[in-house]
C-alpha cells in the first residue's frame, strides 16, 4: 500500500535526519536519544521502522497464506533474506573498523537487529495462528520484563542486558565502560526479545489492515499506549533495553501513525510523502551509513561542514541551527538519490 511506503520512507528520512547532524555538539534536544531512562522524538524512529517491518511481513505474506501456498519455500527466502540483511550490517561496521582510525569491531547493529526482528516474526507469521501470536507477544514482554526485574537492576552496564552482551560479544559492543570493563549495546541480543515483540504488533496491525479493520488498529494504539503508560511505572521507557513498556509505548504510536498514514493516502488520496525512501529503504540507510564512514575517513566531513555551513550560519543562526541544516541538507541529498533511482525503476530489495 502507498500508506505503508510513505511512512517507511518519512521513518527512513527521520533516521538520517537524526543520525547526521553537523556537529554531535550542537543537536537541538528534540533530535537526541534519551540519555538512559525516557522517550524522545528519536526514540520512536527505530521502534516505527521495526513496526513496519511488522506490517509488510502481513501485507507480502498475507495472499500467499490465503492461497494456502506451502511455507516451507516462503520461509526459506525470508531467512535468506534476514541473512543478507545482518549481513549488509556486519559488513558495514568492518568497514568503519577498517577506515576510521578510533573505531573498534561492533558486531550487533540496527540493520542486524532487523534482520532478526524479520526472521522471527516471518516464521511465527507462517507457522502460527493468530491466538498464538499473542501468547508469543506476551510471552516476550512479559518475560523479557521479569528479566530485568531477575537482574536487579537498571542501571548502566550493571543491568542484566548489558551483562548478557558483555558475556556474548565481549567488546565488540557499542560501549564499554572503562571502570568496569563491562559493555552495551542498544542492539543488543538479549533486547532483542522485545524488539521482536515490536514487529509483531506490526505484524497484526498489518493483517487487520489487509481486512480494512482500522477500527481494530486504532484500539490496538490507543491500547497499546495505555499499557505502556502504566508499564512504565514498573519499568521506564528505555530504548538501551528496549523494556516492555518502550515497546508498547512505541508500537502504539506507530499504530495510531499508520491508521492516519492509511486515511490520509489510501482512503483521501493525499501525495504519498516518503514513498521514494519508502521503496529504497535499505539502500538509502545503508548507503547514508557509508557516506558517514567515508566522509570523516578522507578527511572531507570536517572541511565540508564548515565551507558549505558552519563558518557562516554559526555567526548568524548559532551553531545548533547549523548543525541542523546540514541534517537537513543531507535528507535532502538523499532524496535527490532515492528519486534518481526510482526515475529509472531501480529498487535495491536484499
Known amino acids: 500500500m502507498a500508506s ?3 511512512l517507511r520512507g518519512c521513518t527512513v528520512a527521520a533516521m538520517l535526519l537524526v543520525n547526521d547532524p553537523g556537529s554531535w555538539d550542537a543537536v537541538y534536544a528534540p533530535l537526541e536519544h534519551a540519555t538512559w531512562h525516557g522517550c524522545t522524538p528519536t526514540d520512536l524512529v527505530f521502534p516505527f521502522f521495526l513496526f513496519i517491518v511488522g ?3 502481513a501485507l507480502a505474506f498475507g495472499p500467499r497464506l490465503d492461497s494456502a501456498s506451502p511455507t516451507a519455500p516462503l520461509l526459506r527466502g525470508a531467512l535468506w533474506r534476514a541473512a543478507r540483511i545482518v549481513a549488509l550490517g556486519l559488513a558495514i561496521n568492518l568497514l568503519a573498523l577498517w577506515l576510521l582510525p578510533n ?9 542486524q537487529r532487523i534482520g532478526l526482528c524479520f526472521a522471527a516474526v516471518a516464521a511465527i507469521a507462517l507457522y502460527l495462528r493468530p491466538r498464538a501470536q499473542w501468547l508469543v507477544l506476551i510471552a516476550l514482554l512479559v518475560s523479557h520484563g521479569l528479566l530485568l526485574q531477575w537482574g536487579g537492576t537498571l542501571a548502566p552496564f550493571e543491568n ?8 556474548l ?11 568496569s570493563g563491562r559493555g552495551h549495546d542498544p542492539e543488543g541480543l ?3 526479545l522485545p524488539a521482536i515483540a515490536t514487529t509483531l504488533l506490526g505484524l497484526m496491525a498489518g493483517h487487520w489492515l489487509r481486512a480494512r479493520n482500522l477500527r481494530a488498529i486504532g484500539m490496538l494504539g490507543i491500547a497499546a499506549l495505555a499499557l505502556g503508560f502504566v508499564w512504565s511505572f514498573w519499568q521506564p521507557f528505555n530504548k538501551n533495553l528496549w523494556t516492555s513498556s518502550f515497546a508498547l509505548w512505541t508500537a502504539g504510536w506507530a499504530s495510531l501513525a499508520l491508521l492516519a498514514f ?6 483521501r488520496g493525499w501525495p504519498a510523502w516518503g514513498r521514494l525512501f519508502g521503496v529504497n529503504a535499505i539502500a538509502a540507510y545503508a548507503g547514508s551509513e557509508l557516506m558517514q564512514i567515508l566522509l570523516p575517513a578522507f578527511g572531507w566531513q570536517e572541511p565540508l561542514y564548515h565551507f558549505l555551513l558552519a563558518d557562516w550560519l554559526t555567526p548568524l543562526a548559532g551553531a545548533h541551527l547549523a548543525s541542523l541544516t546540514w541534517a537537513i541538507a543531507f535528507v535532502f541529498l538523499w532524496w535527490l538519490i532515492v528519486w534518481a533511482m ?3 525503476g531501480l529498487h535495491v530489495r536484499i
Open 169 to 179: 560479544f565481549g567488546a565488540t559492543v557499542y560501549r564499554v565502560d572503562p571502570a
Open 103 to 111: 573505531a573498534h569491531l561492533r558486531l550487533p547493529g540496527v540493520l
Open 262 to 267: 492509511h486515511w490520509a493516502i489510501d482512503q
Open 55 to 57: 506490517v509488510s511481513t
Open 4 to 6: 505503508v511506503d510513505a
Open 342 to 344: 526510482d526515475r529509472r
Open 160 to 167: 542484566i542486558v548489558s551483562r548478557a552482551d558483555s558475556w
Open 190 to 192: 538479549l533486547g532483542t
